[in-house]
């Protein structure tokens, strides 16, 4: 008989809704990257972010006991692999077209997927791993490595993806004794720390050259905000303990290769974002590979519901 696939419904959404949520956050990201630094806007999220998972989140989940952890170091592990990412992935944005970017992060799932065999042993099927070598073919088909086209900022989206891969793994590991607001704490409070050390120690702008646009997102001065930009510097705090909320939910319900592919729905998303407000329209390259991409794992998904699945999965139980 074929192998057991255990899905929960509410997990896939949470994917979904983690999907949407970051297209947001990565919207945000990029409209202020001309004016801000990467850490002045990071800890503008985190500490809006903190602030619902305190005063919201925490008490929905069933009180602040879900403070205390199991596995802190995992946790460090977590922090740090995220901390990685984010460097990657939100300087790569700076540069890059909106879509361009997150087709290309959109490796996670792929990532995820031959992680995921090799540390959680989860068991893909040839249908999975055909879906992940047509993935990558995607991701080449947008980064065009060749001369004359290759853009080295094509790199750290990549990266990125690499990092964001492997917290979905160790969250998938740690998903069996620790809830999701725990999963969702700790990466938002090491956020918090690592951001405020930058500003006090980097927030001059010294070290900003401006010969390197990736080194200048990350190293220029820091600035009190303008009035207009509270907003955003507002809502990429909400959207960001919503999504990590949501992100952390998908993965501690479901097998990791399984909720990946249900944050695609942030493709469409970066397309909208990139045409109506940076007047961005995706060349044929990125259309052909994002939809080769998509394609994969959707596929992956299909297939892992055809298998046959004599018991189902029950529904959590309540923490706390």
């Known amino acids: 008989m074929t192998a057991e696939v255990k899905i929960s419904v509410p997990g896939l959404f949470a994917a979904a809704g983690a999907g949407i949520a ?43 006991h879900h403070l205390r952890t199991h596995q802190p170091k995992l946790h460090v592990w977590r922090c740090a692999v995220v901390l990685f990412a984010n460097i990657c992935f939100f300087t790569g944005l700076a540069i890059l077209p909106l879509a361009e970017a997150v087709a290309i992060a ?75 607001a725990t999963l969702a704490f700790y990466p938002m409070l090491g956020f918090l720390v690592v951001s405020a050390l930058v500003g006090l120690a980097l927030g001059d702008g010294r070290f900003a050259t401006g010969g390197s646009a990736a080194l200048d997102f990350i190293l220029r001065a820091w600035i009190w905000p303008a009035p207009q930009d509270w907003p955003y510097l507002i809502g ?50 990125v259309w052909a590979g994002s939809s080769l991409i998509i394609a994969s794992g959707l596929v992956s998904v299909w297939r892992e519901t055809r298998r046959d699945r004599p018991v189902p999965r029950p529904r959590p139980r309540a923490e706390g």
């Open 106 to 180: 959109f490796a996670t799932p792929l990532i995820v997927t031959i992680l995921s065999a090799l540390f959680l042993r989860e068991r893909p099927g040839p249908w999975r791993w055909g879906a992940v070598c047509a993935g990558f073919l995607g991701v080449l088909i947008i980064m065009r490595p060749g001369p004359g086209t290759f853009q080295a900022a094509a790199l750290l989206p990549f990266l990125g993806a690499c990092g964001y891969a492997t917290l979905h793994v160790l969250t998938r590991r740690a998903g069996s004794t620790e809830s999701g």
């Open 236 to 285: 990429v705090g909400l959207a960001g303990s919503v999504g990590g909320y949501l992100v952390s939910q998908a993965y501690r319900m479901n097998e990791a290769a399984l909720a990946a592919p249900f944050e695609y729905i942030a493709m469409p998303m970066s397309v909208l974002w990139g045409v109506l407000i940076f007047s961005e329209w995706p060349d044929t390259a």
């Open 22 to 64: 970051f297209s947001v956050i990565d919207m945000i990201f990029k409209f202020l990257s001309g004016d801000y630094p990467l850490y002045e806007v990071v800890l503008f999220r985190s500490v809006v972010a903190l602030a619902v998972m305190l005063a919201v989140i925490m008490p929905l989940e069933g009180g602040y």
